[in-house]
């Protein structure tokens, strides 16, 4: 069982409960058989890490304006020692790597700066000024590493920001970097593949609460960094815990050979639309015989679907498209490099690195659809798929943030879904009542206990966790239940080679013995909110709307948007608890109608606007009955970013 924990203080200034329990005997024997097949005579990745080094910050702590520390530069600094016993070596390794921050050059004008989020982020100088990719995850370390950047390099002014793609690590510390009136003036161009904007605010918003509260599970942000805590996510260290900010692109890229030349520097460019994210690009810098892969090629095993949520990628597109950066650029190219992790240099080296991550994805597709057409289920085909010698032999493709395991399920899911055929498994019972039956057939909760104790004792931590899991949602737990499941996630948490599979199952344990520690980390911020179009909006409101409770309640507004030179209109009705809208060219015959602006449209919307004070200010107009917006706001019910993932 596990040792007394302690407090301690988290990389991001938050404080939160220590795991400190020992790895069992069966834990470390699962570790040293997994250490005995791995290619530690490789030593690639230590030197390409450190090529390059220009500098490390000399404030280690990046903090927000009211003093939190939003990111510690020195939270990992006990990677430096030997691995321990509750670690798997494969990942230590790799958060080694990825804990070397500082600035880098990749070629002469292109410079990395990592280590300070969990995304890299690229400085390309221009003629006079630089372009920057990719500004991080929030304001503030964005402008921790520019500042890195501009006390080596000079004061260069950024000419334009450049945003592979539509995950919040690459856009979220724009506003770090530059300012919304230098874009504005046309002083600085933001570029962004074409669907950037509505895919960023859609997934940031309309499933955003339950994605980041997930994401505390899978990156550990809450966790205490320590060799029995949190390691690493395996594509970079963890999430930064600053203001994410969002400025919308004024260029977009449509087409593969589009070029773009900012301030001399030539900038070439293929989509990659449904591979790592829906809206994607890779670069390529001719002169400097450079190429980025944005996240489509990195130091690891990437997801087909991540633990924290999102909609499935297309294993089999992702693999085409890397084919294709071959094709276009393989004969020629110097360096690849990428928006997290460190290079790969030298032609034959790099066209090597994207062929195998090529055949990575590739393989993994083809041979999940290969066993699903002899009958086998996500489940089955994720216990007996094996790479090839070559894929396992490389460190790049071991699974640190994607895994095997996950990534075939959900190859299953994209092409068969969550059914597996079987009508037996078409209506199972939900967690609680299934495992109130599950308990009663083991003989009753002590029996239930018993049972899990023999699993944990045996080194089955698998069957433990699962039947501690019907124990604890069948509600008749008690604290020795909880206990043992909070150690038994543990040790498959420090023999996981996944960093987010282990940081998933110590935040597990942390929640079972502390009570929820929340969302560490938010995406809807008030930049993605002023983002969304009016239909996303709408669509926002609608997912929140509580039908049940308003089947009978019926209501017809308009709103009129102010913003364009001609007036926008849209009308919403609530009918059978559904909110429905639609454009129009005019309010709709005996609706209320509000006219406003965007801005007024969201500050209502999220309560920040009081109706009677803005019509009082002439912010907002009403033609009708000014109440129905307090009815329809009374529809909505509330989100709970806190809710219960391991227990009931």
């Known amino acids: ?3 007394a924990p302690t407090t301690a203080a988290v990389g991001d200034g938050a404080a939160t409960t220590a795991i400190s329990a020992a790895a069992t005997p069966a834990t470390r024997r699962r570790i040293e058989d997994a250490a005995r097949t791995l290619p530690f005579e490789d030593v690639q990745d230590f030197e390409d890490v450190q090529r390059g080094f220009v500098a490390r910050a000399a404030e280690r702590q990046v903090r927000a304006a009211d003093g939190r520390v939003v990111w510690d530069l020195d939270a990992y600094a006990f990677l430096d020692g030997p691995v321990p016993p509750t670690a798997h070596p494969s990942l230590w390794r790799q958060s080694r790597l990825l804990a070397v921050d500082g600035l880098f050059e990749v070629v002469p004008g292109v410079y990395q700066l990592r280590g300070f989020d969990i995304s890299v982020m690229s400085v390309l100088e221009t003629d006079s000024g630089v372009v920057v990719v990719d500004p991080l995850v929030c304001r503030e370390t964005a402008a921790a ?3 890195l950047y501009r006390e080596h390099r000079g004061p260069r002014a950024v000419q334009a920001v450049v945003y592979t793609h539509s995950h919040i690590d690459h856009f979220g510390g724009v506003r770090g970097v530059v300012e919304q009136e230098d874009v504005d003036a046309g002083r600085v161009q933001v570029v962004a593949p074409a669907g950037f ?8 918003v309309f499933a955003g609460t339950a994605m980041a509260r997930r994401a505390g599970y899978m990156y550990g942000a809450a966790l205490h960094r320590g060799p029995a805590g949190q390691i690493g996510a395996g594509l970079g260290l963890t999430t930064s815990t600053g203001e994410a900010t969002l400025i919308a692109p004024t260029t977009h890229v449509c087409t593969t050979g589009q070029e773009l030349v900012v301030d001399g520097l030539r900038l070439v460019f293929q989509v990659t639309p449904g591979t790592e994210a829906p809206a994607e690009m890779n670069v390529y810098l001719p002169d400097q015989r ?12 990437h997801n087909v679907l991540t633990l924290r949520g999102a909609v499935v990628r297309d294993a089999h597109a992702w693999a085409h498209y890397l084919t294709e950066a071959i094709t276009l650029w393989g004969d020629e190219l110097d360096v690849v490099f990428a928006s997290h992790h460190w290079p790969t240099w030298g032609r034959e080296r790099a066209v090597e690195y994207l062929a195998l991550q090529r055949d990575l994805y590739l393989y993994l597709h083809d041979q999940t659809l290969r066993m699903i057409n002899q009958g086998l289920v996500g489940s089955e085909i994720a216990e007996v798929m094996q790479l090839p010698p070559a894929l396992e032999a490389a460190w790049h493709a071991r699974g640190y943030y994607g895994s095997v395991s996950h990534n075939v399920k959900a190859v299953y899911q994209r092409y068969l879904g969550w059914y597996e055929g079987n009508p037996a498994r078409l209506w199972q019972h939900p967690p609680q009542q299934a495992g109130a039956r599950y308990v009663r057939a083991m003989g009753g909760s002590a029996a239930a206990l018993t049972v899990a104790q023999q699993a944990f004792d045996d080194g089955d931590y698998r069957w433990a966790a699962e039947v501690l899991d019907h124990l604890i949602f069948a509600g008749s737990a008690d604290s020795r239940a909880t206990a043992l499941q909070a150690a038994t996630l543990e040790q498959l948490g420090y023999g996981a080679e996944n960093g987010t599979w282990r940081s998933s199952y110590l935040a597990a344990a942390v929640e079972l013995r502390h009570g929820p520690f929340g969302t560490p980390t938010t995406s809807a911020s008030a930049d993605l909110l002023r983002a969304l179009t009016p239909s996303q909006l709408f ?7 509580d039908g049940p409770r308003c089947w009978d309640e019926r209501l017809l507004l308009s709103w009129v948007l102010t913003d364009d030179a001609v007036p926008v209109a849209y009308v919403t009705e609530l009918r059978n608890g559904v909110l429905h809208h639609r454009p129009t060219t005019a309010p709709a015959p005996g609706s209320t109608t509000f006219t406003l602006d965007r801005s007024a449209l969201v500050d209502l919307f999220t309560g920040s606007l009081d109706l009677a004070a803005a019509v009082s200010e002439g912010t907002v107009a009403v033609d009708g009955d000014a109440t129905d917006l307090g009815r329809l706001m009374s529809c909505l019910a509330p989100v709970d970013p806190d809710f219960a993932i391991v227990t009931p």
């Open 1 to 3: 069982m596990s040792s």
């Open 145 to 147: 590493a520019l500042a």
């Open 197 to 204: 904007l509505e895919h960023a605010v859609a997934e940031n």
């Open 290 to 301: 450079a190429l980025c892969m944005a996240e489509n090629a990195s130091h690891t095993l």
């Open 539 to 545: 669509d926002s409101l609608a997912i929140r709307v």
